[in-house]
T-cell receptor, first 113, second 116 residues
Framework: DAGITQSPRHKVTETGTPVTLRCHQTENHRYMYWYRQDPGHGLRLIHY???????DKGEVSDGYSVSRSKTEDFLLTLESATSSQTSVYFC????????????FGSGTRLTVV | AQKVTQAQTEISVVEKEDVTLDCVYETRDTTYYLFWYKQPPSGELVFLIR??????QNEISGRYSWNFQKSTSSFNFTITASQVVDSAVYFCALSPLTSGTYKYIFGTGTRLKVLA
């Protein structure tokens, strides 16, 4: 059991369409995060959650929204996809600050054409 | 400002050479964690080490070693006797704890190529 799974793994979508990426965990961790990875930028935080229905923005949140209705699921929605949102998206979970570090999902490669 | 700088974009070494990946960080927090992650060509992010700001002891794990120096705000990573399987992108990250949310600030990564 991977503990954290992302779906889909790959997606191609058209500009202007809404897209939802899903992160599912089986670890019952409190904290969940969405990052995007782009060449030359490393990983940048989009949104994070510190509990059910408790979310907040990261440094690159424009054009994205999130929801967390259950502990195990954290959804990332691109409201109207743009080519600049072509990226690899990683979900991460952590129990607390002393838990050792994030566990990352395998990533979702999103291409907006 | 919180920032992590990995000035080395790409490093190439020949197998069995030692290599050091540099990481310099900036933070005003007195309590923070530093991390290294490995991203092999398959794309997943693999946790390597965590170090808290109160522990400046160097650490060695097999061929890997880490040198944490608060005086220079650096957390460098050395691979001894590199192997082809070490080829990956390596990320350094900072997590200031005073924010209470354990957000990471990542460096831009260093791509290591180990040639056979």
């Amino acid at each position: 059991d991977a503990g954290i799974t992302q779906s889909p793994r790959h997606k191609v979508t058209e500009t202007g369409t809404p897209v939802t990426l899903r992160c599912h965990q089986t670890e019952n961790h409190r904290y969940m995060y969405w990052y995007r990875q782009d060449p030359g930028h490393g990983l940048r935080l989009i949104h994070y959650s510190y509990g059910v229905k408790d979310t907040d923005k990261g440094e690159v949140s424009d054009g994205y929204s999130v929801s967390r209705s259950k502990t195990e699921d954290f959804l990332l929605t691109l409201e109207s996809a743009t080519s600049s949102q072509t990226s690899v998206y990683f979900c991460a979970i952590s129990e607390d600050w002393d838990s050792g570090g994030y566990t990352f999902g395998s990533g979702t490669r999103l291409t907006v054409v | 400002a919180q920032k992590v700088t990995q000035a080395q974009t790409e490093i190439s070494v020949v197998e069995k050479e030692d290599v050091t990946l540099d990481c310099v960080y900036e933070t005003r927090d007195t309590t923070y964690y530093l991390f290294w992650y490995k991203q092999p060509p398959s794309g997943e992010l693999v946790f390597l080490i965590r170090r808290n700001s109160f522990d400046e002891q160097n650490e060695i794990s097999g061929r890997y070693s880490w040198n944490f120096q608060k005086s220079t705000s650096s957390f460098n990573f050395t691979i001894t006797a590199s192997q082809v399987v070490d080829s990956a992108v390596y990320f350094c990250a900072l997590s200031p704890l005073t924010s209470g949310t354990y957000k990471y600030i990542f460096g831009t990564g260093t791509r290591l190529k180990v040639l056979a």
